[in-house]
C-alpha cells in the first residue's frame, strides 16, 4: 500500500479515478511540468539550491516512488533535473522533506479534488513563522483524464507569487521525448 493510500485512507476512493492510481501506485508516470520564479532576483537562486528545477515551461517530466521503509522518496525527473523528496506519515499528517525544507500538511478532500493544507514548516528543524508561507497553496484535481497538480508560494502581505509549479501526469500515457 502506498504512503498516499494510507495517508488518506477511505478519502482516496472519493478522488478521481486519475488521482487514485497516481496515489495508489509507484509509477513510473510521465506528464509535463511547469516552474516559474515570481520577479524577486533571489528567488530561483533560493529555490534551485534547495532542489528545485530552473524555471521552465511544459517541459518533460517523469515521476518515479521507491518504498523507504515506512516512507517513499519521489523523484521528480524535469528539465534534466532531479528533484527528490521523502515524504512519510507523523500521526495524520504529511510529511514531505525536499533538501533542508521539510512541510506538514493535512489532507482536505472534496469533489474537486484534494487540497494540501500546510501546518508547518521547518528549515534545518526551525519552524518558520506562519506568516512567511502561509499564502502556499497546494492542490491537485483531474482533468481531461489527467492529473493536475498546482503548487504556488506567495509572499506575506504582498501575495506575490515567488514560485509557482504546476503540469499533469497521465497514468499509461507515454510522452516519446522522456524517459522512465
Excluded at 515551461?57 to 533535473?81: C, F, M, S, Y
Excluded at 526551525?126 to 509572499?155: I, Q
Aim: positive net charge.
Amino acid at each position: 500500500m502506498t504512503l498516499y493510500a494510507r495517508w488518506l485512507g477511505c478519502g482516496l476512493n472519493a478522488l478521481a479515478p486519475e488521482c487514485g492510481v497516481v496515489h495508489r501506485q509507484m509509477g513510473p508516470f510521465t506528464g509535463e511540468m511547469t516552474v516559474r520564479y515570481g520577479q524577486l532576483p533571489f528567488a530561483e537562486i533560493l529555490f534551485v539550491a534547495i532542489g528545485f528545477p530552473r524555471a521552465c515551461e511544459a517541459a518533460p517530466l517523469v515521476l518515479t516512488k521507491q518504498a523507504d521503509g515506512n516512507a517513499e522518496i519521489w523523484v521528480r525527473q524535469v528539465a534534466g533535473h532531479n528533484m527528490q523528496s521523502r515524504l512519510w506519515l507523523d500521526g495524520q499528517k504529511l510529511s514531505e522533506a525536499l533538501g533542508p525544507v521539510r512541510v506538514d500538511s493535512v489532507a482536505e478532500v472534496s469533489d474537486d479534488g484534494l487540497r494540501l493544507r500546510i501546518v508547518e514548516v521547518r528549515v534545518r528543524g526551525v519552524r518558520v513563522p506562519r506568516g512567511l508561507w502561509r499564502n502556499t497553496r497546494m492542490r491537485e484535481w483531474a482533468n481531461s483524464g489527467r492529473y493536475h497538480f498546482e503548487v504556488v508560494a506567495a509572499l506575506p502581505v504582498l501575495g506575490w507569487p515567488v514560485l509557482t509549479y504546476q503540469g499533469w501526469l497521465a497514468p499509461g500515457e507515454k510522452r516519446s521525448d522522456v524517459t522512465a
